[in-house]
């Protein structure tokens, strides 16, 4: 066969592995085509099958720069649109980002060439699952992590998603890419006890799924929570203005005094435009002594500046409390809260009038006493892509708070794909959260993830409902991805092992 017509049918994989990259997204929020992860791994397992190793990476790096470039183009928006950043300076550091992100699916193309068992069943059904699983935990942490599009998030609307209390989304995604294994299996036309095999485990895998999903792994503490949720939905691009601070005080003020009733008034992450001191004395005491009257509770967004440590935070405040309680964020996003760059860098962010000031990281993740007997697990932002610091929280958290302001991403897919990862945290812990966001999405979601009630995004308004606290741990609290961590490397171990033994 000449180089010609080989680089050609080559061209043709590179193709193939795009398309497939480019359709997962389809699979997440707002699109929720939940079958589409099944069908592109098995299509991405058959074309890094029997590879020569360069071009298995070559494969899975196309595969993965196209899933998050099609899923992720939301990102030049926040750098350009709202950051202010120059566009040449926003395009490199998105290419750079779906760079990165490619990179972990050309390591799992090059391993698969490399180190895949020689038998047909295991690697399918197994093997190349658990590294898949593998290398999405290793991108939940490493580098500070982005675990944005772990495949279990694709599964928050069906039975799987009745695994995530029990072996978190990781968990999740193993039983996607297996159900891929399975296909992948069947399109081979392997021999028929393989192919009973694939479709015994594929059958089981989703019985299993179905049982749990109908387990209630925590109970309801038997009371109550009467909940406002503001969201202020003040434009991104004004937020940060001088001129505006007075104007959003009063308009908070004035959505907040209608539903002063609520047990619990939530604002959105940052939600005045001004640093905690500016606010502490007046603004927020005023707003004890004449809205919540020393007996309602007010959770906000607050930007803290420690002057003792010369250090700022970005923060959760309680207000109405004998004494206000805070939390500090404690995964702040690369980049954007802090900067890990040399001094020399930062000078030049200077020169370009980009922000460079970081933010502190936030040390504390237990619960926050929102009243006597109450107590909540806040996320900001960012923080509810990252299940395993929630659950530090947990189990004396009754429910989830995740404040957030999703402006920063325009009116893109972003801010929905966002609440999806959100609604995961819920199904995990078995609690309800509250979202309370700047322009959405703010709504209410049960402890199975089933939204219970939201507000259009970008409208000023308050979604106001009732919320039930519940006690209790599911095995993902208690024990984290740990469970599925070491199965991965398990049968990773064995995959290698298996070769070995059988090029002797």
Known sequence: MSFARVSERFRSVLVLAALAGMANVFAF????????????LAL???????????????????????WFAAGNYWIFISLHVFGKAPIILAVLVMLLMFAIMGAYYALFGWLSARFSPRNDTFRHLAWLPALWVALEWIRGWFLSGYPWFSLGYSQTETALAGLAPVAG?????????????????????????????????AALLTISAFALDRVS????????????????????DEKWLTTQRVPTMLKYWSLTEEHADADLIVWPEAAIPALYYQLDTGFYAQLEDELLRGEGRLLTGTLVHDLAEDVYY???????????????????????EYFPVPDFVRNWLRLMNLPYSDFETGRDGSALEIAPGLAAAIMICYEAVFGE????????????????????FG????????????RMRAIETGRWLIRGTNTGVTAIVDHHGRVRASVPQFETTVLRGEVELR?????????????????AFFLLAIGFASRKWSAR
């Open 29 to 40: 929020a707002p699109f929720g085509l939940f079958f589409i992860p099944v069908l592109s």
């Open 44 to 66: 991405l397992f058959r074309l890094v099958d029997g590879a020569e190793p360069w071009r298995a990476a070559w494969t899975g790096f196309v595969f993965g720069a196209a």
């Open 169 to 201: 989304v990781f968990g999740v995604s193993l039983v996607v890419a297996m159900l891929a294994g399975c296909l992948a299996l069947l399109s081979r036309g392997v021999v028929r006890p393989a192919s009973a095999f694939a479709i015994t485990l």
């Open 217 to 236: 792994w925590t109970r309801p503490t038997g009371e109550r929570l009467s909940v406002a949720l503001v969201q202020g939905n003040v434009a991104q």
């Open 314 to 336: 970005n923060s959760a405040v309680v207000l109405g409390a004998d004494e206000r309680r805070f939390y500090h964020k404690r995964h702040l996003v690369p980049f954007g």
């Open 389 to 408: 610091e929630v659950i530090t929280a947990l189990p004396e958290a009754h429910l989830l708070v995740n404040i957030s302001n999703d402006g920063w």
């Open 411 to 422: 009116r893109s897919i972003g801010p929905l794909q966002h609440f999806q990862i959100a």
């Open 471 to 487: 006690e209790g741990a599911t095995p993902y609290v208690r024990f984290g991805n740990w469970p599925v961590v070491i199965a």
